[in-house]
């Protein structure tokens, strides 16, 4: 099992989001998400996104909220993500190895090429501010399946 974490970052009534078109062999390859990455060992979800946010855009993280613990299932490949947005924070946004940072209207962000729980899970966050719990079965990429709690 493998554990990560996902971040959207507020500005105004926008999000940050990464365009992965950097990176080789990459799941997300052409895809819009969030900023995040693998926690690692020794790690707790927050070291993580800490971590991750500072790499990836080299933004000081000042307050984040834990919004839910999400289950993804592709084929045989299980990770379990944990989704943060962030409100505060510092620093001068820089460039990603791994893609284009762009802050985008959430209006707007549903549009772009994303994952189909990504949208599932992105309403579910905006429009409700209670911490949930998502499994997203894919099979080879396909979302077949969303369930309302984690069956681990």
Known sequence: MDY???AYIEKDD???LLYRN???HDINEGKWIGVGGHIEKGETPEMALVREIKEETNLD???YQLHARILFIDNDYEEIMYLYTIDKYEGQLSDCDEGELKFIK???M???PMWEGDKIFLDKMM???EYFELTLRYKNGE????DNQIKT
Do not use: A, T
């Open 4 to 6: 990560s974490v996902l």
């Open 14 to 16: 926008e999000y940050l």
């Open 22 to 24: 950097k990176k080789e």
């Open 61 to 63: 993280v000042l307050s």
């Open 106 to 108: 959430k209006k707007d």
């Open 110 to 112: 549903y549009h772009l």
């Open 127 to 129: 429009n409700n501010n």
């Open 143 to 146: 979302l077949i399946e969303v």
